[in-house]
């Protein structure tokens, strides 16, 4: 099958415009799905088929989901910053009587995350973005184990929000989003053990204490959290974490990134499955191959076994790719399924940066506003 | 997605809450989307007027039995929403409800949407304010019998198991999920779960596991699941090593001379002959020339799709022989 980019773009202006109803589900996280959208379009190189004016109501509809401190906010209003995922909660100015619903509407880390990948694909310079505010919100959700919830508003915590806070400090700029030293902890209590490492009183640094104690995970790779089953989704959100922290090659042995290194490896069937014993599924190309160029050994796969299998899952008509060759298109396996093109260096994509999950070009974008926040 | 065609029938004796008599108090509020919206859904006229009337309670505050109602409609709707359901437990926690009641319902609800985050972080809220464990071992087994390798279910059930101290018969449950698929490795996950947090790692415990696995293993010889597993069983040896298992070296040589070329089992063989020679033992059977043989054998035979990756390691294995000539 021939890979069919431009039908893919289409795919992707359609979900900008309406979702038909039964797309109700996705109501509190309609951002992520712009994000898959922008992202998607960035990676196709199809940007310019965004109008200017269209580009414009993207990002003002984005901003308009971010939480930043107003003069008047207290101490309990910090957890609230960031990006909302939807505009669910946001409600007109009530007018006469007391607002209690303001609480409730709440960044989610996650959406924080592709909220800054939006913005910085279509070209802003998030000069509109408290960093201090929004790092400061982040923080806000990390927990004392070191894992992060979504949102203090009734979320689970685990690495998927580890990956979203080390995505967005890395963007920011500003590690005052997260206790980076409790974060890294975190991370290698899901590979190796409860007491493999000691907090020092006062301190962020990890120390090694003992080599002898109880390994969490037995072959080499990570879960969501301590104790989980080995995922390949959460392992990309863990070494890619240690990788934005800087701390992934000072973490890991040699022997446990060889061993990570084979575990990734053999997740490959034809794609890519997430687990020993499952099938093989287009997102996986994206999580399980990114991490192999995280690790530096991306070349080892079977690339036209991988890119073959992708393309099965292709929709020729509408555009979109499934999880599955068996199963409908959706957004989330259309947009990793393309990722993981672009780890291959498909003709027609620009290459992502595996860390960041953004195109190479938007990542240059971002870097260069680093420079200029260094030298303000 | 949802299927939209059940929402029909529902429809035709659905009545809105503009139209119910004990809502006539409320205004509902919409929602304020922005000037130029992107990704909109075209809501049906059910779902905005709920999260209207929804939007208009978190405003006013209101907590009370019709607020339970509305926040089942707005959950029904949309099960990932999880300030909805962040709402109703202020709800519940507001009205003292019975929380055995909620507990069935939402064992319902997350049956009908297993891989749902919010519904399963509720059970668990749910759960921590009963204190009580007793409904959970049963509910996530009729879970895990829809999908064994469900991860929520999973997490869940190790969350409680932790919690509650529950470790008593969970090998059990692992031994039988392994004799209905040796391949679950979710199970085998869970094995390690329970031992690590019960007898731990002992000698004696080493033993009897590094003979299960090898038990499974040779019943179905072509299952990572068992050999990560066996691998896994080695960190806890006082070396960690793997040549320090007499046992593992005569069950990959014994398989081996049965003819059995399965790639997880040559992978290990080239581990051992590597291991040794960096620990300078010398093995006539598990040398480097073997290692050097088997990578060959995995890139062009047994294991084709990682044929790069063998040839990286055969090269790997090369320089360290070279290296070693040269310092020597
Ligand atoms: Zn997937």
Redesign the interface.
């Not at chain 1, 505009?87 to 007109?92: A, D, G, Q, R, V």
């Not at chain 1, 009587?97 to 619903?101: A, G, K, P, T």
């Not at chain 1, 070349?299 to 079977?302: C, E, F, K, S």
């Given at each position: 099958m021939d890979f069919n980019p431009k039908k893919h773009a289409r795919y992707f202006l359609r979900?900008?415009?309406?979702?038909?109803?039964?797309?109700?589900?996705?109501?509190?996280?309609?951002?992520l799905?712009?994000f898959f959208?922008v992202s998607g379009l960035d990676l196709l190189d199809a940007l310019d088929q965004l109008t200017p004016e269209?580009k414009e109501?993207?990002r003002?509809?984005v901003y308009?989901l971010l939480i930043q401190a107003k003069e008047s906010d207290g101490d309990d209003e910090v957890a609230r910053w960031g990006f909302q995922g939807a505009?669910?909660?946001?409600?007109?100015p009530?007018t006469g009587?007391?607002?209690?619903?303001e609480p409730?509407a709440c960044g989610h880390v996650s959406m924080t995350y592709t909220g800054l990948g939006t913005l910085l694909i279509l070209g802003d310079d998030l000069s509109r973005v408290n960093r201090k505010v929004v790092a400061a919100g982040v923080r806000a959700c990390q927990q004392s184990d070191g894992s992060f919830c979504?949102?203090l508003?009734?979320?689970?915590c685990d690495m998927r929000f580890v990956y979203s806070a080390a995505a967005v400090c890395y963007i920011l700029q500003d590690w005052s989003g997260m206790d980076v030293g409790l974060t890294t902890n975190y991370i290698m209590q899901s590979l190796v053990s409860h007491n493999f490492f000691q907090l020092l009183p006062g301190f962020t640094m990890i120390f090694l204490i003992n080599?002898d104690d109880?390994?969490?995970s037995?072959?080499n790779a990570f879960a969501?959290?301590p104790?989980?089953?080995?995922?390949g989704g959460h392992t990309f959100c863990a070494v890619a974490s240690l990788s934005l922290m800087g701390t992934l090659h000072t973490m890991l042995s040699t022997r446990q990134l060889d061993g990570l290194r084979?575990?990734c490896?053999?997740r490959?069937?034809?794609g890519f499955n997430g687990?020993?014993?499952?099938p093989v599924d287009t997102c996986y190309s994206f999580w399980v191959g990114a991490t192999l160029k995280i690790l530096d050994?991306y070349?080892?796969?079977?690339k036209s076994?991988n890119r073959s299998f992708t393309l099965a899952t292709q929709d020729n008509i509408t555009g979109g790719f499934a999880k599955w060759t068996s199963t409908d298109v959706?957004p989330l396996h259309t947009y990793f399924a393309l990722a993981g093109l672009s780890l291959l260096k498909e003709p027609g994509l620009i290459e992502i940066h595996p860390e960041l999950n953004l195109s190479q070009r938007t990542v240059e974008h971002l870097h260069k506003l680093h420079e200029q926040w260094t030298c303000n | 997605m949802t299927d939209s065609s059940s929402d029909c029938t529902y429809e035709e004796e659905y009545v809105f809450y503009k139209n119910r008599p004990h809502w006539k108090d409320v205004t509902p509020v919409p929602q304020d989307d922005g000037p130029n919206p992107v990704v909109a859904i075209a809501y049906t006229e059910q779902f905005r007027e709920i999260y209207d009337y929804f939007r208009a309670i978190l405003r006013s505050g209101e907590k009370s039995e019709r607020v339970l109602e509305l926040t089942n409609d707005a959950a029904q709707l949309n099960p990932a929403n999880y300030t909805v359901w962040q709402y109703r437990r202020e709800v519940l926690s507001h009205l003292k409800s019975n929380l055995s009641d909620e507990l069935n319902y939402i064992g319902e609800t997350i049956s009908e949407h297993p891989k749902n985050y919010q519904v399963w972080h509720h059970r668990r809220v749910i759960v921590e304010w009963l204190k009580d464990p007793s409904k959970e071992m049963e509910f996530t087994n009729v879970i895990l019998a829809q999908d064994s390798k469900n991860y929520h279910a999973w997490q869940h059930r190790q969350w409680v198991v932790a919690t509650f101290k529950l470790y008593d018969l969970e090998l059990e449950f692992v031994n039988d999920l392994l004799l209905k698929d040796v391949r679950n490795n979710s199970a085998w996950n869970q094995r390690y779960f329970v031992i690590i947090h019960t007898s731990g790692f002992t000698p004696n415990v080493i033993k009897n596991e590094l003979e299960y696995t090898a038990g499974k293993i040779r019943e179905v010889v072509n299952n990572e699941s068992a050999w990560n597993y066996l691998r896994g069983i080695i960190c806890h040896t006082e070396s960690g090593n793997i040549t320090s298992e007499e046992f593992i070296m005569k069950f990959c040589e014994d398989l081996y001379g049965t003819g059995c070329r399965c790639p997880y089992l040559l992978a290990l063989i080239v581990d051992i002959c590597e291991e040794l020679f960096e620990l300078g033992a010398s093995d006539e059977i598990f040398s480097m020339q073997r290692a050097l043989q088997v990578c060959d054998d995995l890139a062009l035979e047994h294991d084709k799709i990682r044929k790069e990756y063998w040839k990286f390691i055969s090269r790997r294995i090369n320089q360290a022989l070279l290296h070693r000539t040269t310092a020597a």
């Open positions: 979900l900008l415009n309406i979702l038909p109803s039964h797309a109700s589900n996705y109501d509190s996280t309609r951002l799905l712009c959208a269209k109501h993207i003002e509809w308009h505009s669910t909660l946001i409600l007109p009530a009587v007391i607002d209690n619903s409730y979504a949102t508003a009734g979320s689970e080599h109880i390994f969490q037995y072959d969501q959290g104790g989980l089953e080995s995922h084979r575990w490896m053999m490959q069937e034809s687990r020993p014993n499952k050994c070349d080892l796969i079977n076994e959706e | -």
